[in-house]
């Protein structure tokens, strides 16, 4: 058996990696010696390293790994063209997210320099409506704002079928920290969801424009909401009715944001 420098050379893989890979159930080594700790693989461990490699590699998240190599999927060309699939979404809507940026950072400069001044993006109306309950499938996590669109591709594996409407974010979180949200990622199905959001009445503003232009969406909300003294009873949700998988510009995406109030 290899050692776990010698097995860290072999794969090309640092040997911290190879002890938390360990750690986390992972991938373990064949045996740990009785007196010393040490780990030692075999050589028939090489291939199945290179494939987690390959994939973390691709951008694949380890607890992605971890499901199919307990799934025993790990060779499962089938599977792995799902999960790839996910992943090239996920680097798609990240791609657009930064060309996004881009193309919002050269609008500003050529606005300021045309006119000192920025466009007004809240002259959407405050509506009060009722939304029902609905069964859903999804993932929670405390995660930076800019990395959410990471979570949509792990949702969406869970779903048996198509959603039954769009997408939605939760965010739980009372005191908002950009680098640490409690959000969870949500999909609609029509049967056998993971648990049942229930409905609520909320205050709603649909904005049209990209995702991260929506501060002074959530301050005309917000202040909806103090004004006419209504108390907010349920996390803030965001609906991504039109969004990346459309194929539009980050300009043409219509979020709705609702505050659940009393």
């Not at 300021?112 to 405050?126: K, L």
């Amino acid at each position: 058996m290899f050692t776990v420098g010698q097995f860290a050379r072999i794969c090309n893989v640092s040997t911290k990696a190879l002890r938390h890979y360990d750690e986390i159930g992972l991938f373990q080594p064949a045996a740990v010696g009785p007196d010393n700790q040490y780990r030692y693989y075999e050589p028939g461990q090489i291939k199945l390293m290179r494939r987690v490699l390959f994939l973390r590699d691709l951008g694949v998240g380890l607890e992605t790994i971890g499901e199919l190599m307990r799934s025993g999927a790990l060779a499962d060309p089938a599977r792995l063209e799902a999960v790839l699939s996910a992943q090239a979404a996920s680097v798609s809507m990240e791609i657009a997210s930064h060309q996004d940026l881009l193309s919002r950072i050269q609008n500003t400069v050529a606005e300021m320099r045309r006119e000192g001044a920025m466009p007004d993006m809240t002259d959407q109306p405050v509506v009060v409506k009722e939304v029902p309950e609905v069964q859903v499938v999804g993932v929670r996590r405390t995660i930076a704002m800019k990395d959410i669109n990471q979570l949509f591709p792990e949702a969406a594996r869970k779903m048996r079928a198509r959603p039954a409407g769009p997408p939605m974010s939760l965010y739980y979180d009372t005191e908002f920290d950009p680098e640490h949200v409690d959000v969870e990622v949500l999909f609609p199905v029509t049967a056998r969801g993971e648990r049942t959001l229930p409905g609520r009445t909320v205050a709603s503003v649909v904005h049209v424009g990209p995702y991260d232009a929506v501060s002074p969406v959530y301050a005309k909300i917000f202040a909806w909401v103090n004004e006419n003294k209504r108390r907010v009873v349920g996390p803030p949700r965001e609906i991504y009715l039109v969004g990346p998988e459309s194929g539009k510009s980050p300009a043409e995406y219509v979020t709705e944001m609702q505050l659940p109030i009393e």
